[in-house]
């Protein structure tokens, strides 16, 4: 064998070789870019924004989630758990997550489906697979897929995999991202990116670290970044009262998105309770964030704000 041949056959290795933790495959999404589209959801995520309504996206690792209400308390669970990390507290099912390998065991004899290990590893072409399905509904529609989490730019060889393959295929991307990584790692996937949804939360630093526990200076600088590299993005506001409704923040970040050039459209997602049962299923322990949903006068004036600005809003994805 060649160089050549060799290199060919070490690339063919890689890409074999690459695969990415994926927390669920959603089909028929019509929120999360045009047209309709599958979300693939990749598990890990830099942030601890405690609002997160997909908290199952935060770890890397899988996780066991435990649904309460299909519990029929039998025991079987505990009793194929050959580490012992089950056992039961007044009607509730505890597992010991330092002993808890995620080996699922304990969900393949659950009959009601009360306990699913979260997270699976999987190659390109299986999600390849998932998306050609659908491909008949993109074209109808305008649509595509949606790599999503979670953080996707966390586990950047598959991204830049599949980005390709899609590319080749024909099908729409867009990417779902905080925007909080290294920029040449944007760059390096950007040209095969058709769109982005670039997620901006707080303007003001302290307060951006207090509550996701990283600055935003990167994640500012780098969709200024995108803007300037002529890639197409759409800011996507999680709108959280007390935290970021008010008038300072939701001004800077108008501004700020109106000095970009590529980026005229920011959406509105007002928070919503879904992450609170997720966060219980999951066993979080620690206070677990609760909040209420914006109301519609608080959210036609942020969207009346953010309008004066020039930009065009919507509310919902
Ligand atoms: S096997 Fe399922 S239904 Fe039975 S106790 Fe365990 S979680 Fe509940
Ligand atoms: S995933 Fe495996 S180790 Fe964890 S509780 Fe279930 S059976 Fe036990």
Redesign the pocket.
Known sequence: MGPTENRRSLRNQERVATSAMIFDIKRYAIHDGPGIRTTVFFKGCPLACPWCHNPEGVSHEPQLM?WRR?????????EACSEEAISFAEGD?EVDRARCTKCGE?AA????H??QVIGRTMTPGQVMEVLEKDRVFYEESGGGVTFSGGEPLMQQEFLHDILRTCRQHGIHTVVDTSGYTEPDTLLRVSDDVDMFLYDLKIMNDDAHKKYTGVSNESILENLRLLSEHGSEAVVRLSLIPNVNDDVGNIGELGAFVASLKNVGAVHILPYHRAGISKAKRLGESGEIFENVPPSSDILSSVENRLRGFGLEVRVGG
């Open positions: 435990w299909r519990c029929l308390a039998c025991g079987d669970c505990s099912l304990c004899v659950c009959c009601s009360a306990l």
